[in-house]
């Protein structure tokens, strides 16, 4: 028995996904600011403070307060509910911001909390919360990839989130460490321990183009990892965007191009 919201789900495309959520009569999903696609005629769409969830406050204050922490994570102080006014079971959709997978969270399932990256969250059954997750070490927050806050989401019912490129969901093992690139971390379950490994050997940090630090993450519990953060990649694309064209006035044009593989 879950004292969330029970939807229903189906999953649509392979690179760029979308989420279909379906509604019972009076049921609710919760979704970012932007992340809406498209929904049937009787789903009534509103504005709310913070997640709606059992464990927000109800008073004024109470309300401001659980709204204001999701400045910290860099979300804005409203979300969007949709809920089924009609007879009948109703369909909401809503759209990943970038290519890559969308990953499901069935929090029953999962020990009741996942703890992910500030901009992951794309939409949840009414209930889940959706709060903020401190780092417990000054390293791990400094360097760590994703600064001393992360988003928490609790509940028991489904939450989904958005990573960049192709999931990979692993099991740890108790002690299993998994070392990997600081911004590839999607999310995971409470029992891991999220910590920092300074990269050996001056070669290494000088010349390895990878950074200076890895994400240490240590079971027991699941990990999701992603293939391609949205920092790298905004990083290729301006990288790509300030470079200047060799046929804009270069001796070679095209042929230019050509020879030196940009072509």
């Given at each position: ?30 979704a ?8 049937d ?6 504005t ?19 709204a204001?922490?999701r ?5 804005s102080?409203?979300?969007t ?13 809503f759209?990943?911001p970038?290519?890559g ?9 999962l ?7 500030k ?11 959706v ?15 994703e600064g ?43 029992g ?8 050996k ?14 994400a240490m993450?240590r ?9 391609l ?19 804009e ?15």
């Amino acid at each position: 028995m879950r004292n969330d919201h029970e939807i229903d789900y189906r999953i649509y495309g392979e690179e760029l996904q979308y989420v279909e959520i379906e509604l019972d009569p009076n049921e609710t999903a919760i979704a970012e600011s932007g992340a809406f696609m498209m929904m049937d005629n009787d789903i009534y769409m509103n504005t709310i403070f913070g997640d709606g969830s059992r464990q927000q406050n109800d008073s004024v204050l109470g309300k401001i307060f659980s709204a204001g922490k999701r400045l910290l994570v860099g979300e804005s102080l409203f979300m969007t509910s949709f809920t089924n006014i009609g007879q009948g079971k109703k369909r909401v959709s809503f759209a990943a911001p970038f290519a890559g997978k969308i990953i499901v969270f069935d929090l029953q399932q999962l020990g009741g909390k996942i703890v992910a990256q500030k901009d992951a969250f794309l939409c949840a059954a009414k209930g889940v919360s959706v709060g903020i997750e401190f780092q417990k070490r000054l390293g791990t927050g400094i360097f760590g990839g994703e600064g001393f806050i992360m988003e928490k989401l609790e509940g028991d019912g489904f939450a989904f989130a958005h990573a960049g490129g192709y999931v990979i969901e692993r099991e740890l093992k108790a002690g299993e460490i998994v070392k990997v690139d600081t911004g590839c971390v999607v999310a995971y379950t409470a029992g891991v321990d999220f910590d920092i490994e300074f990269i050996k050997g001056i070669k290494n940090w000088m010349f390895g183009g990878e950074g200076l630090f890895f994400a240490m993450l240590r079971g027991p519990g699941k990990v999701w990892l992603q293939s391609l953060p949205i920092s790298r990649l905004a990083g290729r694309i301006l990288q790509y965007g300030m470079y200047r064209r060799k046929e804009e006035g270069g001796v070679l044009g095209g042929l230019g191009d050509l020879l030196d593989g940009r072509e």
